[in-house]
Structure formats: C-alpha cells, structure tokens
C-alpha cells in the first residue's frame, strides 16, 4: 500500500484557512439553526484551530532553533534561612544573628 505524501505545514494552513471560510460562508449564507448548523459551526472551528497551528508550525520551522540562556538564580539572601528562624523563637536568639551579620567578620 502506498503511503500518502505528507503536506507541509503552510500548506495545510491554507487548506484549512479555505476549509473554514467556506464552511464560514455556507453558515452564513443557509442560516441553519438546527443540528446541521452546529456540527458545521464545530467543524469551521476546529479548522480554524489546525490552519492557526499550521501557521505557528511554519513560523516554528522557518526560525532557527538558538538555545535560551536559562535565568540566572536569584542570589542567595543575607541571613538566615526560615528552618533557623523557625528554631529560633528567643529575641535575644534574634539579636546575636542580627548584631552577627552586622559585624564585619560575621558571615555576609
């Protein structure tokens, strides 16, 4: 059995595009309201749906993939982490870490 060739992206956006406005002309023209009317309605929809994707995929395919720079992680904040400060309830406790990160040999 022979394989069927495959379209490529922006030509199956086209056909889809035709397909829908086709569909979106004979809605508007017949003016069904009946179960007709939606199952056409459903179909002019979900070829809107594929030809916008083709759209993306051809857009996709035409750019050249470049690798994104991740984020930098956020530096770590001065301090104490939360498991500290949940171990520590005593203000004094408080004090010293703060009077710590104060000093200039205490841990920036």
């Known amino acids: ?13 086209v056909v889809a595009a035709l397909a829908a406005l086709s569909l979106l ?8 309201q009946d179960f007709l009317g939606v199952a056409l309605a459903l179909l002019c ?3 809107a749906i594929v030809a916008g994707v083709s759209v993306s995929a051809a857009r996709a395919a035409r750019e050249p993939m ?4 991740p984020f930098p992680s956020p530096p770590e904040p001065p301090g104490v982490d939360a498991d500290t400060l949940d171990a520590l309830d005593s203000r004094a ?3 010293a870490v703060r009077d710590r990160r104060a000093t200039p040999g205490g841990r920036q």
């Open 93 to 95: 406790a408080l004090r």
């Open 1 to 13: 059995m022979k394989r069927l060739p495959r379209l490529d992206a922006r030509t199956l956006a």
């Open 66 to 69: 470049t690798p994104v720079a």
């Open 25 to 32: 002309v004979t809605l508007v023209v017949l003016r069904r």
């Open 45 to 47: 929809l979900l070829l």
